[in-house]
C-alpha cells in the first residue's frame, strides 16, 4: 500500500450511557480522501449493563467485565465487516478509546 491509496479504517464508540457499542468504516488516503462506510449500533443485554454500572463505580469484579467490554466491541468489528462484506485481514486501521467512563 502507498502513502496515498485509500485503506478502511474502523472505529468503536461506546458511552456513559452504557447502552451499548458503536462501530463505523471509513474508507481513507489519511489527508484527502475519506468515504463513509457501513455502521452498526450493537445494544448491550442489561445483566452486562448492570455489571458495567457497578464496574464504573468500583463495584463487583472489575477485570471480568473489562474482559466482557473487550469481548463485546471485538464482536462488533467482526459483525460490522461481516455486514460490509470485508474480511478480517493485516493492514486494517482500527481506532478504540475505550470506554467513557464520565464527563
Given at each position: 500500500m502507498t502513502d496515498s491509496e485509500p485503506c478502511w479504517a474502523l472505529g468503536l464508540m461506546s458511552g456513559t450511557s452504557r447502552d451499548g457499542?458503536?462501530?463505523a468504516l471509513i474508507r481513507t488516503d489519511g489527508v484527502t480522501?475519506?468515504?463513509s462506510g457501513a455502521s452498526l449500533g450493537l445494544p448491550?443485554?442489561?445483566p452486562f449493563r448492570d455489571r458495567?454500572?457497578?464496574a464504573i463505580a468500583g463495584?463487583?469484579?472489575v477485570a471480568a467485565v473489562e474482559r466482557?467490554?473487550?469481548d463485546r466491541h471485538a464482536e462488533a468489528v467482526l459483525e460490522l465487516l461481516r455486514q460490509?462484506?470485508?474480511p478480517p485481514r493485516?493492514?486494517?486501521?482500527?481506532g478504540v478509546h475505550g470506554h467513557t467512563v464520565g464527563h
Open positions: 457499542v458503536d462501530a480522501f475519506v468515504e448491550y443485554p442489561q458495567l454500572a457497578g463495584r463487583g469484579d466482557e467490554l473487550t460490509a462484506g470485508l493485516e493492514g486494517f486501521v482500527v
